[in-house]
């Protein structure tokens, strides 16, 4: 809010008591997978160095990067504690990059390049 005005709740006020005072962080929920592929590309070789070199506000639980690791090892896109250098890995983050371009194209309202 950044003037004054009128709030309209589509809830009851004791249900807006009931509220947590502030919603979990998405980190917590999401799916790690297409971040830590693309971290290990960019250089992060382990969920140990993700953990304590990059400034998390809300860092995601251990067991949720190691569980990422292993299925991403499992699908032959990463090697164990290694960068992304298999080709199918390297596959997949170019794959998930032209996706993401290729949404903010559509959401800016950008002609797709012929």
Not at 60 to 75: F, Q, T, V
Not at 81 to 91: E, F, M, T, V, W
Not at 98 to 114: N, V, W
């Amino acid at each position: 809010r950044t003037q004054e005005g009128y709030c309209i709740r589509l809830f009851s006020e004791a249900e807006f008591n009931r509220f947590p005072e502030h919603s979990t962080p998405e980190i917590i929920s999401t799916d790690l997978v297409p971040t830590i592929l693309l971290l290990s590309y960019w250089g992060c070789a382990s969920p140990e160095e993700i953990m304590n070199e990059l400034p998390f506000i809300d860092p995601p639980p251990k067991s949720h990067l190691d569980n990422a690791y292993d299925m991403l090892i499992g699908l032959g896109a990463l090697e164990e504690c290694k960068i992304a250098q298999k080709k199918k890995g390297n596959d997949i983050v170019l794959l998930i990059a032209a996706k993401i371009y290729r949404e903010c194209q559509l959401t800016l309202g950008l002609p797709h390049p012929s």
